[in-house]
């Protein structure tokens, strides 16, 4: 009989999630450049079945990246917020302590990693937002008409919620193990940009510290955004709806 022991003083502590759905041009890439930096970074691409063949570029990677890089196989392509909600459950499950959120399409500089995750592990936040708008609005290649729609977005969630984060919409963010225990994961409602949002809410709401680090954002130069109409007005109007829902729930759980 066999026995296996896991020594977890030898696991890493950092994890950075990044959902994938067709991110073929992108995949290779953005994982080998986190796979570099230091201190070192494990990755678990949660990917949606895409058709492209994004999970067999992740499992070929696996062979080189023993015990680093992970993958979470889902049946279908269910929203931003239940992929990242999955891939906070793996992580927990296995013991990571700073758990990361970023899109594989290079839109977030993987070099700000070791920033968020300063901002957590010696500021003491609970939670660190990659901002684009906490120095001004720092946004490369997108066209004006979106800058002004993202950053009156944020403007928009502030007056609404009281939270005084700047960038509210942010997808790069850090989160302490102990955060994500407080929040009821399984009462997270939305899944797409909303859930950024409703993420930071339900993190304010139970006081946890929450502190923007600058950073640049830069647009996709391959493969194709995921951002459409529904999900605006899931936004637009989620943010209304937080609200109300927290006037009648303790914590705003």
Same mark, same amino acid.
């Given at each position: 009989?066999? =026995? !296996?022991? @896991?020594?977890? !003083?030898?696991? *890493?502590?950092? @994890?950075?999630i990044i959902p994938t759905y067709n991110e073929r041009e992108n995949a290779e890439a953005i994982i080998r450049k986190v796979m570099s930096l230091q201190p070192a970074f494990d990755v678990l691409i949660v990917d949606?079945? *895409?058709?492209?063949g994004t999970a067999d570029i992740v499992k070929h990677l696996q062979k080189e990246f023993t015990d680093r890089l992970h993958i979470l196989e889902r049946t279908e392509k269910n929203g931003l917020g239940t992929a990242y909600i999955a891939g906070f459950?793996?992580?927990l499950a296995r013991h990571y302590q700073y758990i990361f959120e970023m899109d594989a399409d290079f839109s977030h500089n993987p070099e700000d990693l070791p920033r968020l995750l300063h901002a957590c592990e010696t500021e003491g936040a609970g939670l660190a937002v990659g901002s684009r708008y906490i120095t001004g609005v720092n946004v490369v290649n997108w066209p004006m008409s979106r800058v002004i729609m993202s950053y009156y977005a944020s403007v928009y969630v502030r007056f609404i919620t009281g939270m005084t984060i700047r960038d509210a919409t942010a997808g790069f963010v850090c989160y302490t193990r102990q955060t994500l225990e407080a929040i009821n994961l399984d009462k997270i409602k939305f899944k797409g940009y909303a859930f950024q949002i409703e993420m930071k809410f339900k993190a304010f709401l139970k006081h946890i510290k929450i502190l923007e680090v600058p950073i640049i954002f830069t647009d996709r130069t391959l493969g194709t955004s995921k951002m459409s109409k529904k999900i605006f007005r899931e936004a637009f109007?989620?943010?209304?709806?937080?609200? @109300?829902?927290?006037?009648? =729930?303790?914590n705003g759980a």
């Open positions: 009989m066999h =026995r !296996f022991y @896991i020594n977890f !003083f030898d696991l *890493s502590n950092y @994890i950075v949606d079945n *895409s058709p492209d459950k793996w992580c109007f989620g943010v209304i709806e937080l609200k @109300i829902n927290s006037w009648f =729930r303790k």
